[in-house]
């Protein structure tokens, strides 16, 4: 059986970390992003293959999928691509950023799973699985005050993958959510909040040890690396000190005296 992952969000953060640690665990992989002077970079490091596409363009999902089969088949498809945009209220928040989130991280996901199942199937020999794991977000599944574009997005990413896990019941595929909460990449809340660095450093000020890219890319190699009976279909992935999307310590994690614990 091959061991052969796409990786989409290639280019940076827990994309690229994903693509560095299978490489290093032995698989081969292609990696999908929009920037290709990234993809070409890391493509160079690691000895992955890369593909450059827009995944909110049909034509161009459609041609990913046909370079895969052309190129020795997949039997692993990492959904990471994503993001947010704004942390506005409901009220105020932008229609355009709404729209780019559901694009990207509900619409896109969508049409990279239509694409590549058939080749999934494909890939399937004598007891071995095809993996579908997808970056969602604890965003996902809890809400919280000013998430409302990117919740609405991630829970309709996690609702997907559930629906999903229906539909290819008695088939030998895996739907597998990762849901990260605060994970200190370099772009993520920079995109997030519109180039502002300030704003986007502000996020993880003072939070001891966020999540980094590497920690979900193991976690990620460790679902797909189980024994084929095994699902891991939903892990939850957060630093200790935030306990909520909208509950994260600042300051050093200490042991609370007794009298001041709850
Ligand atoms: O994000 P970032 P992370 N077509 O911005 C690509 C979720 N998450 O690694 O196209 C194709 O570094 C883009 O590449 P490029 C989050 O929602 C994160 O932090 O070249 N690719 C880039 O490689 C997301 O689903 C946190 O610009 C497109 C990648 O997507 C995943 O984790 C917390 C594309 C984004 O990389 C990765 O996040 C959480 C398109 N149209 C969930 N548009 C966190 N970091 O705190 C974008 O709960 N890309």
């Known amino acids: ?5 796409v990786v989409t969000g290639a280019s940076s953060g827990i994309g690229e970390a994903t693509v560095v640690a299978l490489r290093s665990a032995g698989w081969d992989v292609v990696g999908v992003a929009r920037r290709r002077d990234r993809l070409e970079a890391l493509a160079e490091r690691t000895g992955a293959r890369y593909f ?8 161009e999902v459609d041609a990913l999928a046909e370079y895969l089969a052309e190129t020795g088949g997949v039997n692993t498809l990492v959904n990471n691509a994503g993001g947010a ?19 990207v991280n509900v619409l896109a996901v969508k049409r990279v799973i239509s694409a590549l199942l058939p080749h999934l199937r494909e890939s399937v020999g004598d007891g071995g699985v095809a993996d579908i794991v997808t970056v969602s977000s604890i965003a996902g599944h809890t809400a919280y005050e000013g998430g409302g574009g990117y919740n609405a997005a991630k829970f309709a990413t996690h609702a997907m993958l559930e629906v999903l896990r229906l539909e290819v019941s008695g088939e030998p595929i895996r739907v597998l959510e990762i849901a990260p909460g605060m994970v200190y990449t370099e772009e993520f809340s920079l995109n997030r909040f519109g180039g502002d660095k300030e704003r986007a450093e502000n996020v ?5 040890d966020p999540l980094v890219a590497d920690d979900v890319a193991r976690v990620i190699v460790s679902m797909l690396e189980q024994p084929p009976h095994v ?9 200790v000190a935030q306990s909520a999307p909208h509950k994260v310590h600042r300051g050093a994690l200490h042991v609370r005296p007794q009298d001041h614990r709850a």
């Open 231 to 239: 699902s891991l279909d939903l892990v939850v992935i957060k630093p």
């Open 85 to 103: 945009r704004g942390l506005d209220s409901i009220e105020n928040g932008g229609v355009e950023d709404w729209a780019w989130m559901y694009e």
């Open 52 to 59: 450059v596409a827009d995944l909110t363009v049909q034509s």
């Open 1 to 5: 059986m091959i061991r052969r992952a």
């Open 204 to 208: 993880y000020a003072s939070v001891p």
